[in-house]
Structures are given as structure tokens and as C-alpha cells.
């Protein structure tokens, strides 16, 4: 398991990002499925950097786990508002853009582009994990 601990900002969406994709380069990750998981990391660490500690800015812990699978395992930590994403409805894309409501549409696409995602506020903490086979 490797782990990286970074301010919660948009600007450290990149060096999430990197973080992790060194971590599926070591692990034989195809090109197509680090592509989703990079769309994940934009959208789950976006929302942590502008949702968790609004207005202020606080840590946010990504932690990237291999196992035998396999399958990757990300792990997004922070210590911001307690917040499930997976609590909402997902949006009805038979709806225009127009007609849709404002939000839900990338953790929509990150639970339909990922095996599992699962969320839990802990000790203070909110725990969102995603799971994809490589």
C-alpha cells in the first residue's frame, strides 16, 4: 500500500493523479482503465477539494493498495464536513441538461465506470473507496 497526503486543493488534482498512475504503471494497468481511474480521481478529489472544508483548506489522504486480483484499490481519506456521495440519487440521463438537476452526474459516471465504490464517515472521517479490476 502506498500513500500520499496532500492539501485539498484543485491544484494537487495533477499530483493525485500522478501519485496513482505510478502505482498502476507498476502494476501492469492498461492504458483504457487508468483512463477511468484518472476520470475517478478528477471527480472524487474535485469534490473533496471544493466541498470538504469550504472555504478553508484541509488534508486529504489517497491511498493506492494492489491486491491479488487483481484489482486496484483507492482510498480517499479527509477529515471535511461529513458528506456521502452515494447517498444521492443518480441523476436521470434520459433527461436533458436542461431538464436535469445541477450536480450527481460525475459520481454517476464514476460508480458506473468503476467494480465497487463504498463510503463511510469514521472516526471523524470521511472514507470513499473505489475498486477496479485490472
Known amino acids: 500500500m502506498k500513500e500520499l497526503t496532500v492539501d485539498a486543493t ?8 500522478e501519485f496513482v498512475n505510478a502505482q498502476l504503471e ?4 492498461p492504458p483504457k482503465i487508468q483512463m477511468q481511474i484518472d476520470i475517478a480521481i478528477d471527480e ?17 489522504t489517497v491511498r493506492v493498495e494492489v491486491d491479488e486480483e487483481p484489482c486496484v484499490i483507492i482510498t480517499f481519506i479527509d477529515n471535511g464536513v461529513p458528506y456521502d ?6 441523476p436521470d440521463i434520459t433527461l436533458s441538461a436542461e431538464e436535469r438537476g445541477i450536480g450527481g ?16 464517515y469514521r472516526d471523524g472521517q470521511n472514507i470513499l473507496r473505489i475498486k477496479k479490476r485490472i
Request: with cysteine; aromatic share 10%; hydrophobic share 35%.
Open 105 to 120: 452526474l460525475g459520481v454517476y459516471m464514476v460508480k458506473k465506470s468503476m467494480d465497487d465504490i463504498s463510503y463511510e
Open 44 to 60: 472524487l478529489f474535485g469534490n473533496i477539494a471544493h466541498y470538504a472544508y469550504d472555504p478553508d483548506v484541509g488534508p486529504a
Open 85 to 90: 456521495p452515494l447517498g444521492k440519487e443518480d
Open 10 to 17: 484543485v491544484e494537487n488534482i495533477a499530483t493525485v493523479t
Open 26 to 29: 507498476q502494476s501492469g494497468c
